[in-house]
C-alpha cells in the first residue's frame, strides 16, 4: 500500500498519517517533552477516535511528562499491583523483564502476550493507554492492535445478533491464575480490589457512536448466564474472528516511541522475544467511561 500524504493541521501543524486500512497512524511534528498546547491537544485527541492507535516517535519522555500529558486525557490508573510502579510516579508502571539488585521483576513480566483490552476487569475500563519503549529487544516484542469497530463490521449476522444480547465476564484473578502463573499470585487485596465485572459484548463508542467488539479472549473468563465452557468457546471464538491479520496493526518498537492507543475500539497483545535482550517499557493508563 503506497503511504498515505500526511495532512497537516492548520491549527497545530501535526500531521497525521494512516498506517493501514483499518487502524493506526503516525502522529509527527508533535514534541511532548514539554507541555502540548490546547491546539495540539485538540488534533491529538481528534485522531484519536478515527485511527484507535497513535504513534509518536523520537520522543523524550521522562515520567513527569508521560504524566502530564497522559492526565490531559482524564484521570489516570496505576496497576493493581503496587510494586510495578516508577519509582515515585504511582500512575507509571514498568512493562519489563528486568531484575532489581534483590532479583526481583521490577514491572510486569510477560504482560498482554494474549488479547486483551486494558482492564477491562473495572467497572470503568481504560479510555487509553500510553506505552513508551525505554529499552527495545532488537527484534520481536512488537505489539499486535486490532480494529474491534472493524472486527464488528465484518461479523456474520448470526454471530452479531447473539453478541448484541450478550455480556462478557471479565475476570482479573481468573486471568491472572489462568495466563500470569510465572509471577508470585495475587494477594487476596489484591484480588478484592477485582471482582468479575460484565460489560456489553459490542460495545458503543463513547465519542464517536460506532459500535466495536468487546469481548477478548485474555481478560474475557465466559459470557454471562451461559454455561461456563460454552461462553468460553465463544468468547474465544470471536476473539479469533476479531483479530484476523486485516484488522491488525503490529509496532515494531524502536526507543524514544510512544503509542497511545484507544481500549474501547482495540484488543491488543505482547508478542514474543529473545528474553536475554532487556525490555523496560513505562505505561500509563486513562479511565474510561462505563461501557454501554
Ligand atoms: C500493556 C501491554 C504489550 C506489550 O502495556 O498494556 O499489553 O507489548 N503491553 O508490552
Ligand atoms: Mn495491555
Not at 486483551?116 to 529487544?137: A, I, K
Not at 499486535?144 to 450478550?166: K, Q, T, Y
Amino acid at each position: 500500500m503506497p503511504t498515505p500524504a500526511a495532512t497537516p493541521s492548520a491549527r497545530s501543524g501535526i500531521r497525521v498519517r494512516p498506517l493501514t486500512e483499518h487502524i493506526g497512524a503516525e502522529v509527527e511534528n508533535v514534541d511532548l517533552s514539554r507541555p502540548i498546547s490546547p491546539a495540539e491537544f485538540e488534533d491529538i485527541n481528534d485522531a484519536l477516535v478515527p485511527h484507535s492507535v497513535l504513534v509518536f516517535r523520537d520522543q523524550d519522555l521522562p515520567p513527569a511528562m508521560h504524566v502530564d500529558f497522559s492526565a490531559r486525557f482524564g484521570r489516570l490508573v496505576g496497576h493493581l499491583v503496587k510494586r510495578f510502579s516508577v519509582e515515585d510516579y504511582p500512575e507509571v508502571t514498568y512493562i519489563s523483564n528486568v531484575r532489581n539488585e534483590k532479583g526481583e521483576m521490577i514491572g510486569a513480566d510477560r504482560a498482554g502476550m494474549v488479547w486483551h483490552s486494558d482492564m477491562s476487569y473495572f467497572p470503568r475500563p481504560m479510555l487509553g493507554s500510553m506505552l513508551y519503549g525505554v529499552e527495545c529487544p532488537p527484534e520481536g516484542a512488537d505489539t499486535e492492535f486490532a480494529s474491534m469497530f472493524a472486527a464488528h463490521d465484518a461479523l456474520p449476522p448470526s454471530l452479531h445478533a447473539l453478541l448484541a444480547r450478550s455480556r462478557g465476564v471479565h475476570d482479573y484473578a481468573w486471568h491472572y491464575a489462568t495466563y500470569l502463573s510465572h509471577r508470585p499470585p495475587l494477594t487476596e487485596d489484591e484480588k478484592a480490589k477485582a471482582p468479575p465485572v460484565a460489560h456489553p459484548a459490542l460495545r458503543t463508542h463513547p465519542v464517536s457512536g460506532r459500535k466495536a467488539v468487546y469481548l477478548s479472549e485474555g481478560l474475557t473468563r465466559t459470557v454471562e448466564g451461559m454455561d461456563e465452557e460454552a461462553g468460553r468457546r465463544l468468547v474465544v471464538e470471536v476473539s479469533q474472528f476479531a483479530t484476523q491479520p486485516q484488522f491488525v496493526y503490529r509496532h515494531k518498537w524502536r526507543p524514544r516511541a510512544l503509542v497511545f492507543w484507544d481500549n474501547r475500539s482495540t484488543m491488543h497483545r505482547a508478542t514474543e522475544f529473545d528474553n536475554r535482550h532487556r525490555r523496560l517499557m513505562r505505561r500509563t493508563t486513562v479511565e474510561g467511561d462505563v461501557p454501554f
